[in-house]
């Protein structure tokens, strides 16, 4: 490793020491089944948000063997609300891969990490660094910004192969030193500079313990890094909502398919327009539904614009087999997407 690496390095653990964060709830532990619980909570999702769920998450599931022995629909209800539902099913699959194929113990290399259902390169990186000290390299997106910038690296990240060239830099510049301390502390370090310092926007190069090797900082221009030509279109979809009660105040849910929006979770029925969803209906029920004012939901690269019709039906008005009525003492302990739960809770 060369010696601007190895003083990458060394300042990025200084500056954790004594900067960094110290004091989430996932941290000072060396446990994988936390450290990984954390990391998969964290992948697109802020810290702010995650605060409120860990806890909530280790109090049912307390280790790998209680969430494996769960239902899915048990571990999407607690997870409602934190988005990229897919995250929660492979969570469940993996802790039930590490006790069938592991016994239960979490491996302790990041490529045999990687190996389990939703644990890509850089999460299992993280896991065996936290847990076991092993020199792997981490190259989420915050600590993309804060490599790029700090190399000076400008080829475009949406070619594979300068992906795999800044891996590369990545995995040369950690500590070569004292790993079982130090790897935590560069790991987290780089995640914490990537939060809290080395913004996407203006960032805070005064407060940076990389500013003077910094390429970027030296160019006055770090907004632009890193380079990334390939963006996905942001999109708005409308969705019409059936919110059907019967004379017991039950409300009518269905399982979404396995694939597409919502995967998998409970849903009030969907539908492509107003016509389609008022054509499911009996000609008595048509007279008497209410339709709200619509809703925005944001997600990561769409725009959900949600228009919400109420209705009053029996259970003969509804298909057998698509669905069924859930009480108010019911519908809170299933996967519920974020929108439905809410909309369901305020009226």
């Excluded at 790991?187 to 190069?205: F, I, N």
């Excluded at 492509?272 to 619509?294: C, F, I, K, Q, S």
Aim: with cysteine; glycine share 8%; proline share 5%.
């Amino acid at each position: 490793m060369t010696a601007g690496a190895a003083g990458l390095a060394t300042r990025v653990v200084a500056w954790q020491r004594r900067h960094g964060r110290h004091d989430l709830p996932w941290q000072g532990t060396r446990e994988p089944y936390r450290v990984w619980l954390s990391e998969i909570m964290l992948q697109q999702t802020q810290v702010t948000t995650v605060l409120a769920y860990y806890p909530r998450f280790l109090a049912r599931f307390a280790d790998v063997t209680q969430l494996a022995a769960a239902s899915e629909d048990e571990v999407l209800a607690l997870w409602s609300g934190l988005g990229y539902y897919s995250r929660a099913r492979h969570l469940h699959r993996c802790a039930r891969e590490v006790l069938a194929r592991h016994g239960g113990q979490f491996p302790r290399t990041a490529a045999e990490l990687a190996t389990l259902p939703g644990i890509g390169r850089s999460t299992a990186a993280a896991i065996a660094a936290f847990c076991f000290g092993e020199r792997a390299a981490i190259l989420d997106g915050n600590v993309k910004r804060v490599l790029t910038r700090a190399l000076g690296f400008g080829d475009d990240l949406a070619a594979a192969h300068h992906e795999r060239a800044l891996w590369a830099r990545a995995e040369a510049l950690l500590p070569t030193r004292d790993l079982h301390r130090a790897m935590p502390a560069y790991t987290q370090g780089l995640m914490d500079l990537g939060a809290s310092v080395c913004s996407r926007r203006r960032p805070d190069c005064a407060r940076c313990p990389l500013q003077d090797i910094c390429v970027a900082a030296a160019q006055g221009q770090p907004e632009r890094y890193p380079v990334r030509t390939r963006r996905l279109a942001r999109q708005r979809l409308d969705l019409w909502l059936l919110l059907a009660r019967d004379a017991q105040g039950r409300v009518w849910l269905q399982q979404r398919p396995e694939r597409g929006i919502w995967a998998r979770l409970f849903c009030l029925p969907l539908f492509d327009g107003r016509d389609a969803l008022l054509a499911r209906l009996p000609a008595r029920a048509r007279d008497e539904v209410v339709t709200h004012p619509p809703l925005r939901h944001v997600l990561t690269h769409r725009d959900l614009d949600l228009h919400v019709i109420s209705a009053r039906l029996r259970a003969a008005d509804v298909g057998e087999g698509e669905g069924r009525w859930f009480g108010a003492d019911e519908w809170p302990a299933l996967g519920l997407p974020a929108p439905i739960r809410g909309l369901l809770a305020a009226r």
